[in-house]
């Protein structure tokens, strides 16, 4: 089974200027077409393009919704990157010792009893 790594990064919001590209469609795939072949130099291959929400501050008390446009690459991890991703996933199944669980060795965890309460102060009397 291949395991891959993924990258996300935004995506270009406005287009490149360059030499014979009069359209803002042509400049924008420009500068899209410049940012997945620089990642594709670094290995990484283009899998798709996602828009996400992600709520963000308006103000002082507001929040908004805005879009954000993301490129999604992915690359093949070696094979000792592989094993030790597949050991750190074995490795998050397993329940660790030192977590505590409402379970223990023989079952449920054991009731507490009720809180103890701190005596009440007596109102000063007057003289």
């Known amino acids: 089974m291949q395991i891959f790594e993924y990258k996300l990064v935004p995506a270009?919001?406005?287009?490149?200027?360059?030499?014979?590209?009069?359209?803002?469609?042509?400049?924008?795939?420009?500068?899209?077409?410049?940012?997945?072949?620089?990642?594709a130099r670094q290995g990484w291959e283009y899998l798709r393009a996602d828009t996400l929400p992600c709520e963000e501050r308006s103000g002082l008390t507001g929040k908004t919704?805005?879009?954000?446009?993301?490129?999604v690459f992915r690359r093949p991890l070696s094979a000792e990157a592989a094993a030790a991703a597949e050991q750190?996933?074995?490795d998050e199944q397993a329940p660790s010792p030192r977590r505590l669980t409402a379970h223990s060795e023989e079952?449920?965890?054991?009731?507490?009893?009720p809180a103890e309460t701190k005596p009440k102060l007596e109102a000063a009397q007057p003289a």
């Open 65 to 71: 919704t805005v879009y954000h446009n993301l490129l």
């Open 12 to 39: 270009p919001n406005r287009g490149e200027k360059e030499r014979g590209l009069k359209t803002g469609a042509d400049r924008f795939a420009h500068a899209l077409g410049a940012t997945i072949n620089e990642l």
């Open 107 to 113: 079952g449920i965890a054991p009731r507490l009893g």
């Open 88 to 90: 750190a996933a074995h």
